[in-house]
């Protein structure tokens, strides 16, 4: 039960965060989306609160070292993530699933600027909660294993709530087992570290897929397949390799600066 609170917990302070934007938004700004980035802000918010005074937890636990390792381990996980998905997609071009389309963002001088906001209102705050904080809490109760299977379920299972190009409850099915499969190679990436920044870069790639790779499916259904089958070989391979130097599994062994807010 504790382990099944500590999900609902993380998915619940996601959902504040969430709505609690659209609610300020509605409010003061008529509706305006330029509010998303402060997702994070609340995340930040709901999480110091929660840790510091409910669960008693240390903020190093949620592994955003600050060293020269977060940016290059962010683009890494950029690139194993956009990896699976360009294949999954340049085989379903190839078996007719889809077609490639013109990339949604016109000037490639706006890309840098787009993947940060996508990163503040979606992969960042996102991976926060689930490769961050619920990684973290349940390390504590379960082998790595039961971490990365729950961690990668639950991330999932909010998928079913996500809207997405998929239509009849197979597609939609499939968009969930893809979602989860995305959540895999996260895990993988934090487990690989012990820092989240791999896992957020994991995360960004497929809004990265979609914007400057964009496709139009046909089959939606055998293109989120091809998709599910090469993010999980994905993981698998960054499951393989051993844990480097710079991992970092809790604060005693940490050796970079964090980004503690308690000071």
Not at 104 to 130: D, Q
Not at 161 to 179: H, R
Not at 248 to 263: K, Q, T
Request: proline letters at 6%; glycine letters at 10%; one cysteine or more.
């Amino acid at each position: 039960m504790r382990n099944l609170g500590a999900v609902l917990v993380t998915i619940a302070m996601l959902f504040a965060a969430i709505f609690g934007v659209a609610a300020i938004g509605n409010v003061l700004f008529d509706g305006s989306q330029a509010l998303a980035p402060l997702i994070t802000v609340l995340v930040l918010l709901l999480l110091y609160v929660y840790r510091r005074f409910v669960s008693h937890r240390p903020w190093s636990g949620l592994g955003m070292t600050l060293t020269w390792r977060a940016l290059p381990q962010a683009l890494l996980g950029m690139a194993v993530g956009l990896a699976p998905l360009l294949a999954g997609n340049a085989v379903s071009v190839w078996a007719g699933a889809a077609t490639w389309q013109p990339p949604a963002i016109e000037s490639p001088l706006m890309l840098p600027l787009a993947i940060v906001l996508i990163m503040l209102r979606a992969s960042f705050p996102e991976e926060l909660l689930f490769r961050g904080h619920l990684y973290d809490t349940l390390s504590d109760r379960l082998g790595p294993r039961a971490v990365l299977a729950i961690t990668t379920l639950s991330f999932g299972a909010i998928h079913i709530l996500s809207s997405s190009p998929a239509s009849g409850i197979a597609e939609k099915i499939l968009f969930v087992v893809q979602a989860t499969a995305l959540g895999l190679l996260c895990g993988a990436a934090r487990a690989r570290t012990g820092a989240v920044w791999m896992a957020v870069g994991v995360h960004t790639s497929i809004y990265v897929s979609s914007g400057a790779f964009p496709t139009q499916e046909i089959n939606y259904g055998v293109q989120l397949a091809l998709q599910t089958a090469a993010l999980v070989l994905a993981a698998i391979l960054v499951l393989k390799f051993p844990a480097g130097r710079g991992r970092v599994s809790g604060p005693a062994r940490g050796s970079g600066r964090l980004l503690d807010p308690s000071g």
